[in-house]
């Protein structure tokens, strides 16, 4: 080859059919070749070295037959949109489809009436832009994020992603799961921390921005959670339709604090209360305050009717956290709480943390059975979020986890919000040995159903209730 002159290529016994064109990889020329009697003739332009030169056929080319705009929104097609017109100060971000979208906003719209600076994302706008064009290509959400974290003045407060996930080995071969996942989960077991691991930080497995998601499918799934979250701000504002009593009957129950206990034989129950009596003395304590009622298993019986009925009722009575600690599977645990669709404590909605196995596998295809963590968040009372593994549980990591999560909860983090308590958890475990893979596997496995600003009932200052029983009285009843 002389690369500083023409060269004129001939090729026998080739027909147009087999070759339709001549690439030059080097100078990068698409050079139209001619035939006559099945030979190829092509004149190749001079270039500045030795080149590769390609020979292709029609049918081994991709031909676009239609366009797309990169935004679905109407006054942005054909456009980026720039997500630096929306840089403010800790802002909380929505992920969602377009199939959602209308909902989302109006779940935005309740969270700026609480103060937060709002930005709302669709996924086919970041497929695009931070996604490299892959549709349900997760690496488009962690870059999204990243690019946050760099060029915002603070760093986002929190990642809420609104819409079902599916597990990326259910939808590469499956058409049907594909179309249903609508904003991607990431990793396998799937795992949202993975979106902001190590995007600052010393330790690069740990995340930097505190992650939900609500596993939506459909618009009713968003509007209920965003319902349930309203009058859950009501029963902390006191602005519900208890507000003009402010008494043991109405507030109380923000104290109160549900653990269950399972195990499969004497000495695994043993150990799984004994997990649970460390969290109840430091959630009893300063500054939380909270009363702990302790429902454990004790033999392979299942519950009777009247205990089923007791749990029934105290759920339904309201209750700020409901931990726990047993063998569990995606669909439900080893101790039996009934359906949370038949529970009736409206605005009275608890935190649920599940230390088990796969219970927080909110990422299962819809032709499977949902999870526990979707069935209790998804229907209209029940929790207002729920943290759970996606995978595999080890006892005492969990145990660990649960023990940091309950500090973070009671006082290190009281008055925050629960995903910066989540943040906190792994932060201070990791610290222990951030090489040790359970550390990081129980940690990073333990996701968030539900919106990460959420507080879990805490007040700022104490609040007394003086009965009419004379609990607080004078001695000498008189005083002159």
């Avoid at 092509?42 to 081994?60: C, M, T, W, Y």
């Avoid at 700026?112 to 832009?129: C, H, M, R």
């Avoid at 909860?409 to 990791?430: C, P, R, V």
């Avoid at 550390?439 to 539900?450: F, S, V």
Wanted: include cysteine; glycine fraction near 6%.
């Amino acid at each position: 080859d002389n690369a500083s002159s023409q060269n004129y290529l001939l090729l026998n016994n080739v027909t147009a059919s087999a070759i339709s064109a001549v690439y030059d990889l080097t100078d990068y020329y698409r050079i139209q070749p001619v035939f006559s009697s099945n030979t190829l003739k092509a004149l190749v332009p001079a270039g500045s070295a030795e080149r590769k030169i390609v020979f292709s056929a029609d049918e081994n080319i991709h031909f676009i037959t239609t366009l797309t705009p990169v935004s679905s929104q109407n006054a942005l097609l054909g456009k980026f949109y720039d997500f630096l017109n929306e840089n403010a100060d800790s802002v909380f971000v929505i992920i969602t489809h377009p199939k959602l979208w209308s909902e989302a906003l109006q779940y935005a719209a309740l969270k700026q009436t609480k103060g937060f600076n709002v930005l709302v994302a669709d996924i086919n706008e970041l497929y695009n832009q931070f996604g490299y064009g892959i549709p349900k290509h997760p690496q488009s959400i962690r870059n999204f994020c990243k690019f946050l974290y760099y060029n915002f003045n603070t760093s986002p407060g929190y990642i809420f992603i609104i819409g079902k996930s599916i597990e990326l080995t259910d939808i590469r071969f499956n058409s049907a799961n594909y179309s249903m996942c609508l904003v991607p989960t990431i990793g396998y077991p799937s795992i949202d921390n993975f979106f902001t691991s190590g995007i600052s930080g010393t330790i690069d497995w740990v995340p930097s921005i505190p992650v939900g998601r609500l596993a939506a499918n459909t618009s009713t799934d968003v509007l209920n959670y965003k319902n349930k979250v309203q009058r859950y701000y009501q029963e902390q504002e006191n602005t519900g339709p208890s507000a003009s009593v402010q008494n043991v009957e109405n507030k109380l129950w923000m104290k109160k604090v549900l653990h269950f206990g399972g195990g499969a034989g004497a000495t695994q129950q043993d150990d799984f209360k004994s997990y649970l009596e460390v969290y109840e003395q430091i959630i009893e304590d300063t500054l939380y305050g909270g009363h702990v009622t302790g429902i454990y298993k004790n033999s392979s019986q299942v519950i009777d009717v009247q205990q089923a009925e007791n749990i029934k009722e105290l759920i339904n009575s309201g209750s700020s956290i409901m931990t726990f600690f047993g063998h569990s599977s995606a669909q439900g645990f080893d101790l039996s709480v009934d359906d949370p669709a038949n529970y009736q404590n409206d605005g009275r909605y608890p935190l649920v943390i599940a230390n088990g196995c796969y219970s927080g596998n909110i990422h299962l295809p819809l032709s499977t059975s949902s999870s526990v963590s979707e069935q209790f968040v998804l229907a209209p009372n029940a929790a207002i979020a729920f943290l759970a593994s996606s995978a595999v549980g080890y006892a005492t990591p969990l145990h660990n986890y649960t023990t940091y999560l309950y500090q973070n909860i009671a006082y290190k983090n009281y008055q925050g919000a629960i995903g910066k308590s989540i943040l906190n958890t792994i932060n201070q475990y990791a610290g222990l040995n951030p090489n040790n893979y359970l550390i990081k596997a129980t940690t990073l496995e333990m996701t968030l159903h539900g919106d990460p600003s959420l507080k879990i009932n805490p007040h700022s200052l104490p609040d007394y209730d003086i009965e009419r029983d004379f609990s607080v009285y004078f001695t000498p009843e008189y005083i002159s």
